[in-house]
Structures are given as C-alpha cells and as structure tokens.
C-alpha cells in the first residue's frame, strides 16, 4: 500500500508589539513511493505596513516524536537540515504578499503513524517585534490522505459539517475504545467513548471552533486514524 503523509499548517504571532507581516495561506503537497516519504509546504506572508520590510527565516523548533528524518527549508536561499537561520533575507513591498517559503519534511519509516512539527519564525531584520512564528503539522498515516470511499467500513459524515453533529462508523473493536479528536495543533479537543463491539457513535460539535480536526481511534496502546473533518 502506497504511504499517505498529510500535512496541516496554522499560523499565529507571539509578537506583543506592532505587527506588519500576516499569515496569508498555506499550501501543501506530498510525493509518495514505497520506500520514502517527502511533504512540501508553501507559507504565504504580506507586509501590512506602509514600507517595504525585509525579514529572515529561523527554523525556532522541531517536533519531538522522532517521525520526520531531516527536514530543510528555501527562503532567500535553500538551506540544509543543520541550518536553523536564513543568512539573507527577503524584502516585501508594502501590501505585497511573498510567496518564497518552502519547507519539507523526510521521513524514512513508511508504517509510522503519529504526528510532528516544524516551527518557523519570519521576523524582520530592522525590528525584531515585529515576526509572525507559523508551526507546520505533518501527521503520518498509511491511510490518511486517500478519498473517504477508499477507508470503507470506517466513515464520517457529514463532512463537511455545519450540523453540530458528525457520525462516525467503523469496524468493531472486541473491547472498549474511544474516538480522540484532535486539532491541527494536535491538542486534544474532545473524547468519544465507544462500548465494546460498537460500530457507530456521535461526536457533539456545537461547542468547538469552525476548522479541520483528526479522529483518532484508541484502545489501550492501539491507535486507528479514522480520517478528518472540517466543521464550518
């Protein structure tokens, strides 16, 4: 079976003081083989202020699941898995948006399955208050990624979803187990505890904030990725 690595990116600023870049969008793509996994990532930044600014890269921090091999990133220049800093910087034009990050991620075990993440922080060179640091989330699942026919009997739906509901059916587990619903910062939101020999529950969403989550399946040391959902 061909491995899935799926990618999910949120951004936020730690900074307390004037910001003028801005998480515009994330893009992401990945290429499988049978041997190797290699995941792509595209952050997009725009320059609020009324000059044009030049910022740096530094890679502030790697996960600590051990999942992700080597990872590099491309800035003003691509650096290699050893260098956490840009040695140049890229100037964005006033209301200009930049489109020269990349960042990838290598994993060698195929049959992982978990979580890790990549820490990014643009910060401009002529005032280090002003930066935006962008965590990057590849989760890893030989499943994850396909289209939802291909994970049959497990299911979700609706998804989309603007019910407050989503129903979740999958195969029976011969004990108890429970449904964990994480979000794209892999923080626990929720648990749904499934009876043995269950094969459907629902998950109550009217409470949790609009965005894509993982269902994660666990019974005892035993994990099962369920797939994904976006709650509009």
């Known amino acids: 079976?061909?491995?899935?690595?799926?990618?999910?990116?949120?951004?936020?600023?730690f900074s307390l003081f004037a910001q003028n870049i801005t998480l515009i969008s994330i893009g992401y793509g990945n290429a499988n083989s049978r041997t190797e996994s290699l995941a792509e990532a595209h952050v997009n930044l725009q320059n609020n202020a009324s000059t044009a600014e030049s910022y740096l890269l530094k890679r502030v921090q790697v996960g600590s699941t051990?999942?992700?091999?080597?990872?590099?990133?491309?800035?003003?220049?691509?650096?290699?898995?050893?260098?956490?800093?840009?040695?140049?910087?890229?100037?964005?034009?006033?209301?200009?948006v930049a489109y020269d990050f990349s960042g990838y991620a290598y994993v060698m075990d195929t049959a992982a399955n978990g979580q890790d993440t990549v820490w990014y922080t643009f910060e401009n060179i002529a005032d280090s208050t002003d930066?935006?640091?962008?965590?990057?989330?590849?989760?890893?699942?030989?499943?994850?990624?396909q289209d939802e026919s291909t994970l049959s009997p497990n299911k979700i739906y609706p998804n989309p979803n603007a019910t407050g509901c989503v129903?979740?059916?999958?195969?029976?587990?011969?004990?108890?187990s429970s449904i964990e619903v994480l979000d794209v910062l892999g923080r626990i939101q929720a648990i749904v505890e499934v009876p043995a020999q269950g094969t459907k529950v629902?998950?109550?969403?009217?409470?949790?904030?609009?965005?894509?989550?993982?269902?994660?399946?666990?019974?005892?040391?035993?994990?099962?990725?369920?797939?994904?959902?976006?709650?509009?």
Not at 131 to 145: A, E
Not at 167 to 175: G, H, I, K, N, Y
Request: glycine share 8%; aromatic share 16%; with cysteine.
């Open 1 to 13: 079976m061909k491995r899935i690595l799926f990618l999910v990116a949120f951004g936020f600023s």
């Open 131 to 145: 930066f935006l640091t962008v965590p990057v989330i590849y989760f890893f699942s030989p499943t994850m990624g």
């Open 167 to 176: 129903t979740m059916e999958f195969t029976p587990f011969s004990a108890a």
């Open 66 to 96: 051990g999942l992700v091999d080597s990872n590099y990133f491309c800035w003003d220049l691509c650096y290699p898995t050893w260098v956490n800093q840009s040695q140049g910087t890229v100037m964005i034009n006033p209301g200009a």
């Open 202 to 232: 629902v998950w109550q969403t009217d409470q949790v904030q609009s965005g894509l989550y993982l269902l994660r399946r666990r019974m005892g040391h035993s994990q099962e990725n369920l797939g994904k959902v976006l709650i509009q």
